[in-house]
């Protein structure tokens, strides 16, 4: 792969992985790191990329395999774990990390209600925009386990917001 | 349109299409939609709106750059070490053969295959150290002679000092 194939191939592929990578760590430096090195990586495999069929799919697996890397390295999630249980401080945080603080423990709350396979591919379809036979190929799953699964993950995220809302009413009620 | 979208969604039924639509229309506060899935939907909108610094593509390929003279750099130094090493080899295998297609100089003395040419230079040759030896024995013998002269002189010699006084007192007496 030449250089401009991999700027034109590649390269446009940043945005995705930083996303993913992301919902992965909850902390941007962390990710962007792990995109850094992602695309250093990929640069120095480039003479086999032409013979990957799903070159995104590749891309998501080395991203998610650098971030499980880091999140060991610097304490197994801990990063994760904090930020969705809201207990970071605001001095824990670097400040490039703080912008997004309340979007990340959103999201994190989300992912953390759904069990493996189901947060993988709520993560693909809806926070990377990844269609199902997409999401078949990257996680080499049929359509009918995507399907279900994503249905499965979309109905747990419903009930969570239904007693949010309930909850959200009785406050209301209770307040007045 | 949109309470029907968004059954769709729930079901797991929706194109990317329609979930971007949702996306986009549902985070925005109206009466249709509940306030928790309005902010999921939001959520989800300002999450696919996070995105790697502007200028990370420009220092990717920098740093890409930079890697690459680097590894130039260190490939160029492998390859004078490589030619080092087979200069070394090959001037170390040319002094070997040169040295060993040198001609011996040093005296055959005795490569013969003929028996009897073999046990004449053999004979000549422990007549030739029989003949050394013997005057090495000689020496010898001649060294054994100049000892025993030196002991028997020296024997005299002790034996004339002891004897003196006894010549010398009587010519005393006489005066």
Not at chain 1, 68 to 82: A, F, I, M, Q, S
Request: aromatic share 6%.
């Amino acid at each position: 792969m030449t250089r401009e194939t991999f700027q034109k191939q590649i390269l446009p592929l940043q945005h995705k992985l930083l996303r993913y990578a992301l919902s992965l760590t909850s902390n941007r430096m962390m990710a962007e790191d792990i995109v850094q090195e992602v695309f250093l990586k990929l640069w120095d495999q480039r003479q086999q990329l032409d013979q990957i069929k799903q070159l995104e799919g590749w891309c998501i697996r080395l991203t998610r395999n650098k971030a499980y890397d880091k999140l060991r390295l610097h304490g197994n999630k801990t990063v994760e774990l904090k930020l969705a249980s809201g207990l970071a401080t605001r001095e824990e945080i670097p400040d490039k990390n703080t912008e997004n603080k309340d979007l990340l423990e959103a999201i994190q709350a989300i992912l953390q209600l759904l069990p493996e396979k189901q947060r993988e591919i709520f993560r693909l379809k809806d926070l990377l925009g990844y269609s199902n036979t997409e999401i078949q190929e990257i996680l080499d799953l049929n359509a009918s386990q995507v399907k279900v699964n994503l249905f499965r993950a979309r109905r747990k995220i419903k009930s969570k917001l239904i007693l949010l809302e309930n909850y959200g009413l009785k406050n209301e009620k209770t307040s007045s | 349109m949109k309470k029907r979208l968004l059954e769709k969604y729930w079901q797991g039924d929706t194109s990317a299409e329609e979930e971007d639509w949702l996306r986009k229309n549902t985070s925005l506060i109206d009466d249709d939609t509940d306030p928790a899935e309005s902010a999921f939907f939001q959520q989800l909108q300002q999450f696919s709106e996070l995105e790697m610094p502007a200028d990370f593509g420009e220092q990717l390929m920098e740093t890409i750059d930079r890697k690459e003279q680097g590894r130039k750099r260190i490939a160029l130094f492998r390859k004078v070490r490589r030619i080092a090493a087979a200069v070394l080899v090959l001037v170390t295998l040319s002094v070997a053969t040169y040295t060993l297609m040198q001609p011996n100089n040093d005296p055959i003395l005795a490569e013969e295959e003929d028996p009897e040419k073999a046990y004449e230079i053999a004979k000549q040759s422990l007549l030739l150290i029989a003949s050394k030896m013997e005057a090495g024995a000689s020496f010898t013998f001649e060294l054994d002679k100049f000892d025993e002269v030196h002991s028997k002189l020296r024997q005299e010699s002790t034996s004339n000092k002891e004897v003196q006084p006894a010549v010398h007192n009587p010519t005393i007496k006489h005066q």
